[in-house]
């Protein structure tokens, strides 16, 4: 009987799981193995999880699916784990809450004895501070850590080797960004911590309590994450530790604005209709705290604020969200249902 390994990698968009899962493939491949990788992706551009389903195997005839036993589970941002405890997104709660023995691997500055984990475990957590590490040397924010990770993957499973990884990751990246990207895999390795756990309490949500192979399939009838039971609560906290927010006064352009353009989420836009200075308004639900909306904005009216000050001393977000004003954008296609949400909710 052919033996299979299980790998679940998951992130935001835009953090690089795809490339790592194509690594994985090629080094596993090189070794002989068979391998299938299934990535599902979310529907927004930078603000939905990926799934990155990968088995390898040692017979060919992989079935191109969800991992039903994954044996390793690598989380790229670490309030994926807060999502799957919260079961505010069912493929995320599913793909992290069916590792029940083996390695969970955390991007996290945290020691792995202050990791939260959301359902029970029996093995191995590991963390290191991978956003950390590719920030400072490739220079991106929010910087893409699946080679990164994949550093540290090679010390904690030893399934493949460093060396092997860095010949991959310069096929992958000719030239300087791959040789940065082979230092932060490098460092990685050196850097990563582990404790062996073992977590008596399972505090899975009842329906991956109920959930058998059979009926998974029913997780695939969603065609939109933003349209799961429950999925904005917390969503875009996610990537999310700052907003920007908009000095009216400095508010200057009158025709396009080049931030509400640039938004990589389409979240931020001009509000002009019945206020006393025009301003820029952001979707609550979905902005990402990306920062590029402030970067360009021509007027330098905007500021990215930390979002727990704002908690503090605007909790409700007045000026800052898009719900004071939804009647006014409701024309918009992409705020047509919040309008009809809100009109109804009245009713």
């Avoid at 756990?197 to 399972?202: A, C, G, N, Y």
């Amino acid at each position: 009987m052919a033996e299979v390994k299980e790998l679940n990698l998951l992130c935001m968009s835009g953090q690089g799981s795809v490339q790592a899962g194509e690594a994985l493939a090629k080094l596993h491949a090189d070794q002989g193995a068979f391998v299938s990788v299934n990535v599902y992706p979310g529907t927004r551009a930078r603000s939905a999880p990926v799934i990155n389903y990968i088995k390898v195997s040692d017979a060919p005839g992989l079935a191109s699916c969800a991992n039903y036993h994954p044996t390793e589970v690598v989380v790229f941002q670490e309030e994926l784990l807060l999502t799957a405890r919260e079961n505010t997104h069912e493929l995320v709660a599913d793909a992290i809450g069916r590792l029940r023995q083996g390695v969970l691997l955390v991007n996290s500055p945290k020691p792995p004895e202050e990791i939260d984990l959301p359902y029970a475990l029996d093995g191995v957590v590991a963390t290191v501070d991978a956003t950390g590490i590719a920030q400072r040397l490739l220079g991106r924010n929010p910087p893409p850590v699946g080679l990164t990770l994949l550093g540290a993957y090679c010390r904690v499973t030893d399934s493949i080797g460093l060396e092997e990884l860095a010949e991959v990751i310069r096929e992958q990246f000719p030239g300087n960004v791959g040789e940065r990207n082979v230092q932060a895999a490098r460092e990685a390795y050196e850097q990563v911590q582990v404790t062996g756990v073992r977590f008596e309490s399972d505090n899975r949500p009842a329906h991956l309590q109920r959930a058998t192979v059979e009926s998974l399939p029913q997780y695939y009838q969603f065609d939109r994450y933003d349209e799961l039971p429950g999925y904005r609560r917390g969503s875009p906290w996610v990537w999310r530790d700052k907003i920007p927010v908009c000095e009216d006064a400095s508010c200057i352009c009158v025709g396009s604005c080049i931030s509400e353009i640039v938004c990589p989420d389409g979240t931020g836009f001009i509000v002009r209709q019945d206020l006393p200075q025009q301003g820029y308004r952001i979707d609550l639900d979905y902005c990402r705290g990306c920062g590029l909306c402030a970067q360009v904005c021509v007027g330098s009216a905007l500021t990215m604020v930390d979002e727990d000050q704002v908690r503090k001393t605007n909790p409700q977000y007045q000026q800052i969200t898009v719900e004071p004003h939804i009647r006014e954008v409701a024309s918009r296609p992409r705020f047509r249902q919040s309008a009809e949400s809100a009109e109804q909710s009245e009713g």
